[in-house]
T-cell receptor, first 113, second 113 residues
Framework: DADVTQTPRNRITKTGKRIMLECSQT?????MYWYRQDPGLGLRLIYY???????NKGEISDGYSVSRQAQAKFSLSLESAIPNQTALYFC????????????FGAGSRLTVL | QKEVEQNSGPLSVPEGAIASLNCTYS??????FFWYRQYSGKSPELIMS????GDKEDGRFTAQLNKASQYVSLLIRDSQPSDSATYLC?????????????FGQGTTLQVKP
């Protein structure tokens, strides 16, 4: 099994629908991150969390919310999806005690029509 | 000015040649620098990290860091078609111990047989 698992891997939805992307990890890392990737723009940070009680906004948090249900689970929600949220979303984890290295999930490709 | 800048390419090199990928960053306080490789539709994977000025070699890969010039590069010797991918430069955000990485937009490398 993958260390960082994202579900769903692919999702097509309509404008205005609520969408949740889920991330779970078995690495025991305390820090978790959500990035989105758009062609030509690299990876941009949406939200990050240091533990279940610590949630922080990234550079592009508008239109998104997150929930850290447990140390191993970090979910990203789009309350009312819009077409410009069509992107590839990555969850990543990091151990606070180690080197500043991220481990990425396989990605969730979201299409909003 | 973007915080981390890369030439998006594509950079095309013949098989066996040296590929040189460049990255500049804006925050002088950054201390950790990373190169990730990303195949199309896949998640980024770490190939090199560098923390001190100078060169760091790992197999066919050499990372070079010049903090005075705010410049980090990746050299790939004896380039192979399997090296064809997008290479993402990432720099740590030095503000607080957040573990945030700021990514460049990536450089697409094409190695032609």
């Amino acid at each position: 099994d993958a260390d960082v698992t994202q579900t769903p891997r692919n999702r097509i939805t309509k404008t205005g629908k609520r969408i949740m992307l889920e991330c779970s990890q078995t690495k025991g890392h305390d820090r978790m991150y959500w990035y989105r990737q758009d062609p030509g723009l690299g990876l941009r940070l949406i939200y990050y969390s240091f533990d279940v009680k610590d949630i922080n906004k990234g550079e592009i948090s508008d239109g998104y919310s997150v929930s850290r249900q447990a140390q191993a689970k970090f979910s990203l929600s789009l309350e009312s999806a819009i077409p410009n949220q069509t992107a590839l979303y990555f969850c990543a984890t990091r151990d606070s005690s180690g080197a500043n290295v991220l481990t990425f999930g396989a990605g969730s490709r979201l299409t909003v029509l | 000015q973007k915080e981390v800048e890369q030439n998006s390419g594509p950079l095309s090199v013949p098989e066996g040649a040296i590929a040189s990928l460049n990255c500049t960053y804006s925050d002088r306080g950054s201390q950790s620098f990373f190169w990730y490789r990303q195949y199309s539709g896949k998640s980024p994977e770490l190939i090199m990290s560098i923390y001190s000025n100078g060169d760091k070699e790992d197999g066919r890969f050499t990372a070079q860091l010049n903090k005075a010039s705010q410049y980090v590069s990746l050299l790939i010797r004896d380039s192979q078609p399997s090296d064809s991918a997008t290479y993402l430069c990432a720099v740590n955000s030095p503000h607080g111990n957040t573990g945030k990485l700021i990514f460049g937009q990536g450089t697409t490398l094409q190695v032609k047989p």
